[in-house]
């Protein structure tokens, strides 16, 4: 199932700088910053376009991806452990067998969020192979380019059809 409208369209009227502090128990340190996501039109499908400001902790294993509106309220949180994802937004929870099942059912594609801790960190996935390219490497039938990672910014693309773009800016780490 799709998430509900309301929450798809404050996605994509998301900007700003704020982020909340995952709840205690979540591994590893937080990466936050703001993300644009574009999916391009393809099969009769309209260009998409989402924004928010995000809070990644963790790892795939038992992680947690925050989004948040400009001004602080959180729009959706998922929280990811062995055996499934629970997708809490204000329309109420639903559960997902996996990450890529969530991705699928709130964007109508499949988004490699499970490499996505590793890739904001500017290292690849230990999970899949990865090949070295000019500014980044590529994994996952996706470019990941690092060349500005020591600045803040992150691209990610998927080439193939759909072309799927991250765009990515970090907070600095306090």
Same mark, same amino acid.
């Given at each position: 199932?799709?998430?509900?409208?309301?929450?798809?369209?404050?996605?994509?009227?998301?900007?700003?700088?704020? $982020? @909340?502090?995952?709840?205690?128990?979540?591994?590893?340190?937080?990466? $936050?910053?703001?993300?644009?996501?574009?999916?391009?039109?393809?099969?009769?499908?309209?260009?998409?376009?989402?924004?928010?400001?995000?809070? @990644?902790?963790?790892?795939?294993?038992?992680? =947690?991806?925050?989004? #948040?509106?400009?001004?602080? #309220?959180? @729009?959706?949180?998922?929280?990811?452990?062995?055996?499934?994802? &629970?997708?809490?937004?204000?329309?109420?929870?639903?559960?997902?067998?996996?990450?890529?099942? =969530? #991705?699928? &059912?709130?964007?109508?594609? #499949?988004?490699?969020?499970?490499?996505?801790?590793?890739?904001?960190?500017?290292?690849?996935?230990?999970? &899949?192979? $990865?090949?070295?390219? &000019?500014?980044?490497? $590529?994994?996952?039938?996706?470019?990941?380019?690092?060349?500005?990672?020591?600045?803040?910014?992150?691209?990610?693309?998927?080439?193939?059809?759909?072309?799927?773009?991250?765009?990515?800016?970090?907070?600095?780490?306090?």
């Amino acid at each position: 199932r799709r998430v509900p409208a309301a929450c798809r369209v404050s996605l994509a009227r998301l900007a700003g700088c704020a $982020s @909340l502090r995952p709840p205690a128990g979540v591994p590893g340190a937080p990466i $936050s910053g703001r993300l644009a996501l574009q999916i391009a039109a393809h099969a009769g499908e309209p260009a998409r376009h989402y924004g928010s400001t995000f809070e @990644l902790q963790g790892d795939a294993g038992a992680g =947690m991806l925050t989004l #948040t509106t400009p001004l602080g #309220t959180t @729009l959706a949180r998922a929280h990811g452990r062995p055996g499934g994802v &629970a997708l809490v937004t204000t329309e109420g929870e639903r559960h997902h067998p996996d990450l890529d099942a =969530m #991705t699928r &059912a709130v964007f109508g594609e #499949t988004l490699p969020l499970a490499a996505l801790f590793d890739w904001l960190r500017a290292r690849p996935w230990p999970a &899949a192979p $990865s090949e070295a390219v &000019a500014g980044g490497f $590529s994994q996952l039938g996706w470019h990941i380019d690092i060349a500005r990672h020591a600045e803040g910014w992150g691209l990610l693309q998927r080439p193939q059809p759909p072309v799927v773009t991250l765009r990515v800016r970090l907070e600095p780490a306090l």
